[in-house]
Nanobody, 120 residues
Framework: QLQASGGGLVQAGGSLRLSCAAS????????MAWFRRAPGKAREFVAV????????YYLDSVKGRFTISRDNAKNTVYLQMNSLKPEDTAVYYC???????????????WGQGTQVTVSS
């Protein structure tokens, strides 16, 4: 089970930190990712981190602004979002998979989503 939190309303240029707490499995055996769905748009990949946390990959538009990290001792993955833009407004979802992928269908477990709204 994945529980995402940390969303909210922020002005452009601001920061938010999303968290996703996992329970019911061996967290360190899962690749973790964040996806988002903006209003009227398809869900898109945002960032992924491997099992140990030493490899990450990002959507081009968030590179240099977002950082994904994980704490296997706390069964939690994070998404630090800086320099937020109105186009980052979306519902953000965490997801878990046994393999590294940017494809949503590769992910077996999903959190409930947390709303991020960036005002201009």
């Amino acid at each position: 089970q994945l529980q995402a939190s940390g969303g909210g309303l922020v002005q452009a240029g601001g920061s938010l930190r999303l968290s996703c707490a996992a329970s019911g499995g061996t967290f360190s055996t899962y690749v973790m990712a964040w996806f988002r769905r903006a209003p009227g748009k398809a869900r898109e990949f945002v960032a992924v981190i491997n099992w140990s946390g030493d490899s990450t990959y990002y959507l081009d538009s968030v590179k240099g602004r977002f950082t994904i990290s994980r704490d296997n001792a706390k069964n939690t993955v994070y998404l630090q979002m800086n320099s937020l833009k109105p186009e980052d407004t979306a519902v953000y979802y965490c997801a878990a998979s046994t393999g590294v992928s940017v494809r949503s269908w590769s992910y077996d477990y999903w959190g409930q989503g947390t709303q991020v709204t960036v005002s201009s």
